[in-house]
């Protein structure tokens, strides 16, 4: 039996007898087809929670290996511990089961359904029967679609509107919602909700979604003045499952033609914030805060969880103005882009074509990413440029590194299909055609990074600079393969154009 996993939240103090919120079933949405939840404060009254599902379809676009696998999830509202029971919705009993990431909860099974006690919020995958931990599921899984799980155990919601609040207009299931008024805040009501491509989104405005709505479509400001003090939140779920991908549609730009594709995307965006919500199938790129560092007014994005199942279906592009925290990311593209204000706290999962931390427009200031951890990285894929942990993959167009650090990242994953280093400037091959780009990279201080295990494929950890791009002076501290430290280069392939690595044991410093 494993001993479980959580997200963290620092310094989060629990008490005993704090709410604990369990939504409704959402009117006119159907539970899952594969899990039950009951959820409870420790010692208290069983509640039964709404189970959503999402599912990876068979149209294009979709990644035809993984069609017909599903992800359900729970959202719920808690300051103190809880226990969740997990249960098959078909009644056939839990044989075995293990949380992720791996910190510090419990699991047991009894009476074939699986008890998690949570200590305090966190956003948690559950494998059952082994599903994930006990196969390899990438290149070569011919095996029956999965059915996975997860528990979004939230935090109190701050500043939760009231349908009667002052400056709230309601919208009704059915009805379209104004893209403009007099009203401060646009309140989705519980139900199913459409709102089209590309809702226009304003500067100053709230958009919510409570735990018991469901809206289709996504959310665009329409000019980059108009991206200021922005907030979308709630614990319920937007979702770009009724929209086509463009390759669909006939459209080949990811540029202007594919906007509207984009859950959310807001342009010059300065204090806005993405908090709390799923974002289920994305039909593009999923959160999109787009603007250069602006002092003083970040944005954020917390709390948010993320499933896609379409190429291009990739997670956060912080931009140079966001810092993100506490977000589980589950996706079929990449899932962060390195840059912006830092990453924090975030789990993530690949299974088919995507990267955990995509390394091309990495920047030459301070960054730091820290306490993450990877669960899954798994892809179809074998010799090409895509997948991995950490990938530059021959995209780098300037210089960067200096100031930046990756601290404390856990690839627990035992069965990662490609390698986790894949620091390449320029691609060899088999893996691409060589690009040619501009700029060293130089600098960055990848600390306490613990990986499982290699390759299933056998595939080398690789850094791989050019002539004009090289890789330089990167400090690997506590860098550890299957609880063995790395204290040599030789862990890497490299070629003449990687100079300067330098490695070192643990050290506590975290300035």
């Not at 899990?35 to 676009?61: D, I, L, M, N």
């Not at 709230?206 to 108009?226: L, Q, S």
């Not at 600079?465 to 609880?483: M, P």
Request: glycine share 10%.
């Amino acid at each position: 039996m494993k001993f479980i996993a959580l997200l963290l939240l620092p310094l989060f103090t629990l008490h005993a007898g704090d709410d604990l919120v369990v939504y409704p079933p959402v009117p006119g949405l159907a539970a899952s087809e594969h899990y039950q939840v009951r959820v409870r404060a420790v010692g208290g009254e069983w509640k039964s929670a709404f189970v959503w599902q999402t599912e990876c379809k068979t149209e294009k676009a979709y990644f035809d290996t993984l069609a017909g696998w599903t992800h359900s999830y729970v959202n719920f509202e808690t300051s103190a511990a809880v226990e969740v029971e997990i249960s098959r919705a078909n009644g056939r009993p839990i044989r075995s089961a293990a949380v992720h990431p791996q910190r510090s909860s419990s699991c047991v099974v009894k009476e074939g359904k699986a008890l998690v006690k949570l200590d305090r919020p966190c956003l948690v995958a559950v494998d059952i029967d082994g599903q994930m931990d006990g196969q390899d599921t990438g290149k070569g899984y011919k095996g029956p679609p999965l059915h996975t799980v997860s528990i979004f155990a939230n935090p109190p919601l701050a500043n939760k509107p009231r349908p009667d609040g002052p400056g709230v207009r309601t919208v009704k299931t059915g009805e379209k919602p104004p893209a403009d008024g007099e009203w401060s805040t646009l309140y989705f009501l519980p139900g199913v909700h459409d709102i089209g491509a590309a809702f226009p989104v304003h500067a100053s405005r709230r958009y919510y979604i409570p735990g018991d709505a469901m809206v289709y479509g996504t959310f665009c400001n329409p000019e980059w003045k108009d991206g200021k003090d922005i907030r979308i939140f709630g614990h319920g779920t937007l979702s770009g499952a009724r929209l086509k991908h463009e390759t669909a549609l006939g459209l080949f730009s990811l540029g202007q033609k594919n906007i509207s594709r984009k859950p959310i995307e807001i342009f010059g965006a300065e204090d806005t914030r993405v908090e709390g919500l799923t974002i289920a199938d994305s039909a593009s790129h999923s959160v999109m805060l787009i603007n250069r560092y602006t002092e003083g007014h970040p944005n954020k994005v917390q709390w948010t969880k993320i499933f896609t199942w379409r190429k291009n279906g990739d997670g956060i592009n912080p931009f140079g103005n966001t810092l993100i925290e506490d977000c589980f990311i589950r996706t079929q593209d990449d899932s962060l882009y390195v840059n912006g204000l830092g990453i924090r706290r975030v789990v993530l999962w690949n299974d088919a074509n995507g990267s955990s931390f995509v390394l091309s427009s990495i920047p030459d200031r301070r960054l730091i990413v820290e306490d993450c951890d990877v669960i899954y990285s798994r892809a179809k894929w074998h010799h090409w440029s895509g997948g991995r942990v950490f990938n530059a993959r021959g995209e780098n167009d300037e210089a960067g590194g200096p100031g930046v650090i990756f601290r404390n990242i856990r690839i627990s994953d035992p069965r990662p299909t490609l390698q986790q280093f894949f620091i390449c400037m320029t691609v060899p091959k088999p893996y691409g055609d060589d690009q040619h780009v501009k700029g060293d990279l130089s600098g960055v201080l990848f600390q306490n990074i613990s990986i499982a295990a290699p390759s299933v494929l056998g595939e080398p950890q690789m850094l791989w600079g050019q002539k004009n791009a090289r890789i330089r002076n990167l400090t690997f501290e506590n860098l550890t393969i299957a609880d063995k430290p790395v204290s040599s280069a030789d862990f890497f392939k490299t070629n003449e154009f990687v100079e300067g690595l330098r490695f070192a044991p643990s050290s506590s410093s975290k300035k």
